[in-house]
């Protein structure tokens, strides 16, 4: 069971990263200038992580369908209920969104990111 604490742990390993904010005031993780990891909430309270993944995302989300889930409103992102993931999978998730989103050059730059 994963937390958005432990996404702030994950997130601040990886090179260049910042705390951020969304638009509308929500916690995000920034690599320059982009989110790639952004906390929101189910109506319940229930933390929900908005990633981006290099990966097929029907893949993932059949992977574990109770976890991720897409939000037509943003076709490029992915979710996740992050009390549904272990921590492996979390941190799997956070890099990958990280890689996806960072400039090459800085990925290229950290080939130990993986």
Request: without cysteine; glycine residues 8%.
């Amino acid at each position: 069971m994963s937390s958005w604490d432990e996404v702030g742990r994950i997130a601040l390993g990886l090179p260049e990263v910042a705390e951020g904010q969304a638009h509308e005031g929500s916690p995000a993780y920034d690599v320059s200038g982009k989110q790639f990891a952004r906390l929101r909430w189910e109506d319940d309270g229930r933390e929900i992580l908005q990633f981006w993944t290099g990966d097929d995302r029907n893949a993932l989300i059949q992977s574990n369908p109770d976890a991720y889930f897409i939000v037509r409103a943003f076709p490029s992102a992915i979710f996740a209920y992050l009390g549904a993931l272990g921590v492996d999978e979390l941190r799997e998730i956070v890099t990958d969104s990280w890689q996806v989103r960072a400039p090459k050059r800085l990925v290229k730059a950290h080939p130990e990111v993986s």
